[in-house]
């Protein structure tokens, strides 16, 4: 849900829903103080009635204004009388009423404190028939005037007056006020925090998360994860932030991994040119020592030396192919094939340095003469020469055998190259492509090099669109295997 969506759900989430609640809650309450009135005044209430006190509070007195009215005519004698006046004026004032006796122009009964007689306007005593009884409602003196005319055994002209004040509301309208007062702070304070714990959980959560995560990148901590379940703008920001932080670490990883292989490349490669260089120092100062007294052994020095200055250009070689190779700055010239002369070429190329090794080199070509691949000459020869120094380096027989085998793969051309060396073993197979892995690490000078070189052969094969794998068996041998997709020229139809 977008956040312009959950702002326009909160507006109108805290308009409308306290006012339904409040008109909800003011016709439960309402309900209710009218059946308090109903029981304790005896009369049906409206909301008309009820808004108005004026015409409320004349309604409450109606069944006592209808008893006077009895008494005034069947029994008259009974405002002389205090006791009964007392009860009437007490009853009265629960309604808050009073009652007012008139005998003749005098006062004989008056019942209430509030107002006194001479704010009053008393009517005359009427003798018509159905106006002696009368209601007289002074809103500006706050009062309503109920008047019942009667005559007494003596023949004088009675009065007897109910007054109402309007000073104040009833207990039951302020007791609603309040509860709906109460109600209506209770309804925004609900509604106010539900609507803070929403916008807390689905804006403000995030953004602290984020805020705590900026925190710990700053302070170079990459562990940890940020948990994005919004659907809005803040979810997107956060899983973006996600997102950036695994880049952050894997290319952090990928530094450490970096700087780590870099050392031990130059590790690798500073001992292993350390190793030619002792021994060309020592030929050399053999030589200008005259300890090389015979053209055989002079010869015999030279050539050691040349040897280890191919050990050195081969070593610094792979170095310079390696930082290309990691920065994906390999040189490639691809062209057309003919598989199984090119490999013929490379194993009489090779024949002649593995047999001063004794080492047997034999080809195996099961292919047709005009199989072609697409790659670039120099580079497979890179892989050739890696792979056969590899098998040299391991060879542990007193007869070493090298076989290349050309194969079809249907679509593929195959290429095994096996030898008959030491092998290796089931749990260092997996790692023999990754680089600087060592099947043997205690370093020798027998054994060196720098842990590239089937790295090297990996990347070169992959970026031919090959795949290259091994499979080994110890003290037996090695199989290397290549495939490459054959070259097929496109038929055009008209």
Known sequence: MKIRTKLAIAFFTIIIVPLALCLITWLVLSQYQFRIIKDYYGIETSYDTFSDSTLFLNRVTETLYGEIERDAKNS?????????????????????????????????????????????????????????????????????????????????????????????????????????ILAMVMILGCTAVILIAWIYQSMVK???????????????????????DNRDEIGELCRDFEDMRKRLKDTMEEKIQYDMESKELISNISHDLKTPITAIKGYAEGILDGVADTPERQDKYVRTIYNKVNDMSRLIDELTFYSKMDTNRIPYTFNKIHVEQYFRDCVEELSLDLEEKNIELAYFNYLEEDVIIIADVEQLKRVINNIINNSVKYMDKRKGIINIRVKDAVDFVQVEIEDNGKGISVRDLPYIFDRFYRTDASRNSSQGGSGIGLSIVKKIVEDHGGRIWATSRENTGTVMCMVFRKYQEESNYE
Request: a negative charge; zero cysteines.
């Open 76 to 180: 008259p004698e009974v405002f002389q009388d205090r006791v009964y006046m007392d009860n009437l004026n007490s009853q009265l004032r629960n309604k808050y009423s009073f009652l007012i006796v008139r005998e003749n122009d005098s006062i004989t009964y008056h019942g209430g404190s509030e107002i006194h007689v001479e704010n009053l306007v008393l009517p005359d005593y009427s003798d018509e028939e159905d106006v002696g009884n009368r209601v007289i409602m002074d809103r500006e003196n706050k009062y309503i005037l109920k008047q019942v005319d009667f005559l007494t055994e003596a023949g004088k002209k009675g009065s007897a007056f109910i007054v109402t004040t309007l000073g104040e509301l009833i207990p039951e309208m302020r007791w609603l006020l309040r509860d709906i």
């Open 206 to 228: 995030p953004l602290r998360q984020l805020q705590e995560a900026t925190h710990k990148i700053k302070e170079g901590n990459l562990d940890f994860t940020i948990i994005a």
